[in-house]
């Protein structure tokens, strides 16, 4: 099991400084009961509804294994934009306030899911003509924090991560290759845990050979001084819902259909 500390939301300079080392921080108590109930019945009834459209086989991340999509339009997302929580912690990685919300989404494995090889979610975007520089150079552009729905164990799937691998330019082993030990880096906690992690840092779902689902949930935000190209996944009524801070952090995400 990955021995990774556990710290809780108020230690937000030392979160900062273990997310630089590691490429990840594991953040406990981010929720609140009646936000994680909420969120737990959010996710529980968006899996009911792919499961019963996409058989395992056809699933979108491999046999038993699916992407929830960006959910952003729903409420029990929307909630997790700009917890107090996890908020302080973004602002001291980056040192701004300024930084943006880039959609809200998540996944999920159900019982029979296979191991999934270590990959990162972003790819060069440089393409430097010289060769010279790589989008491993750069601090981290993109941050998801990813919310544990239920408790995460060896049995149901959990994450396994690859600390200080955010910057590496190493080939990612594959499944066959993979050393035991990165096998066994597997992140247990329990629900309501939140994971703020550098998508570039290597890391692979395990097999689910329990009998319960394992969702996790999550957002995902850009630095500051990164100007992606922007979905429009929320619907006007609900960015008029928010407060104004989460409508500053979505303002490029509207849809006005």
Request: aromatic share 10%; with cysteine; glycine share 6%.
């Given at each position: 099991m990955l021995q990774s500390e556990v710290l809780s939301p108020t230690e937000t300079q030392k979160a900062a400084?273990?997310?630089?080392?590691?490429?990840?921080?594991?953040?406990?108590?981010?929720?609140?009961?009646k936000q994680l109930k909420f969120a737990q019945d959010g996710a529980n009834r968006i899996i009911?509804?792919?499961?019963?459209?996409?058989?395992?086989?056809?699933?979108?991340?491999?046999?038993?294994?699916?992407?929830?999509?960006?959910?952003?339009?729903?409420?029990?997302?929307a909630q997790l934009i700009d917890l107090e929580t996890t908020a302080p912690i973004l602002e001291a990685i980056w040192n701004s306030t300024?930084?943006?919300c880039g959609g809200a989404g998540g996944d999920y494995s159900v019982p029979g899911a296979?191991?999934?090889?270590?990959?990162?979610?972003?790819?060069?975007?440089?393409?430097?003509?010289?060769?010279?520089?790589?989008?491993?150079?750069?601090?981290?552009t993109l941050i998801v924090i990813n919310f544990?729905?239920?408790?995460?164990?060896?049995?149901?799937?959990?994450?396994?991560?690859?600390?200080?691998?955010?910057?590496?330019?190493?080939?990612k082993p594959n499944l066959d290759d993979e050393p035991q030990w990165m096998r066994d880096s597997i992140l247990c906690a329990p629900a309501?845990?939140?994971?703020?992690?550098?998508?570039?840092?290597?890391?692979?779902g395990t097999a689910n050979t329990s009998n319960m689902n394992r969702p996790m949930t999550s957002v995902g935000y850009y630095a500051p001084w990164f100007k992606p190209r922007y979905d429009a996944v929320m619907?006007?009524?609900?960015?008029?819902?928010l407060s104004p801070r989460e409508q500053q952090l979505c303002k490029?995400?509207?849809?006005?259909?």
């Open positions: 400084a273990l997310f630089h080392r590691d490429g990840f921080v594991v953040i406990k108590d981010t929720l609140t009961p009911q509804k792919q499961t019963e459209e996409t058989e395992l086989e056809k699933a979108n991340r491999g046999f038993a294994r699916y992407s929830f999509g960006d959910q952003m339009h729903h409420p029990e997302w300024e930084y943006t296979k191991m999934q090889p270590l990959h990162s979610d972003i790819g060069e975007f440089l393409h430097d003509p010289l060769g010279q520089v790589s989008f491993h150079d750069l601090p981290a544990l729905m239920v408790d995460f164990t060896r049995e149901n799937g959990a994450i396994r991560f690859v600390p200080s691998t955010q910057r590496s330019r190493a080939e309501g845990t939140a994971v703020i992690r550098d998508v570039r840092c290597w890391h692979g619907p006007r009524a609900r960015y008029n819902e490029t995400l509207i849809s006005d259909e």
